[in-house]
């Protein structure tokens, strides 16, 4: 069973960075494509950045050009860098495993507990 733990979440004025970070770990991490989700409130939990096993990396357009998903697999460790931060990336963010390609929720098996992320206009 794969335990994931998600850190670096926080309060951030518009315009502002954060990096969130998640930590696996199971040994097997650099196998499973990574993704980081949001879910805010009254809305659907959605994929906001995911990274394969090979490193290619897919994004939401809303956060296109704004955040980056980097993984190291000698940390065991997959980051979403969020840059330009606006008022509507508030939300609960997850990271999440798959032993497929990742592309959509329904491959993902393994989800962390989540950190909160709020971006004050």
């Known amino acids: 069973q794969v335990q994931l733990a998600e850190s670096g979440g926080g309060l951030v004025q518009a315009g502002g960075s954060l990096r969130l970070s998640c930590v696996a770990s199971?040994?097997?991490?650099?196998?499973?494509?990574m993704g980081w989700f949001r879910q805010a409130p009254g809305k659907q939990r959605e994929l906001v950045a995911a990274?394969?096993?090979?490193?290619?990396?897919n994004y939401a357009d809303s956060v296109k050009g704004r955040f980056t998903i980097s993984r190291d697999n000698a940390k065991n460790a997959v980051y979403l860098q969020m840059n330009s931060l606006k008022p509507e990336d508030t939300a609960v963010y997850y990271c999440a495993a798959s032993k497929g390609l990742g592309v959509t929720v329904g491959e993902y098996d393994h989800w962390g507990q989540g950190t909160q992320v709020t971006v004050s206009s």
């Open positions: 990274i394969t096993s090979g490193g290619s990396t």
């Open positions: 199971d040994r097997t991490f650099r196998l499973y494509a």
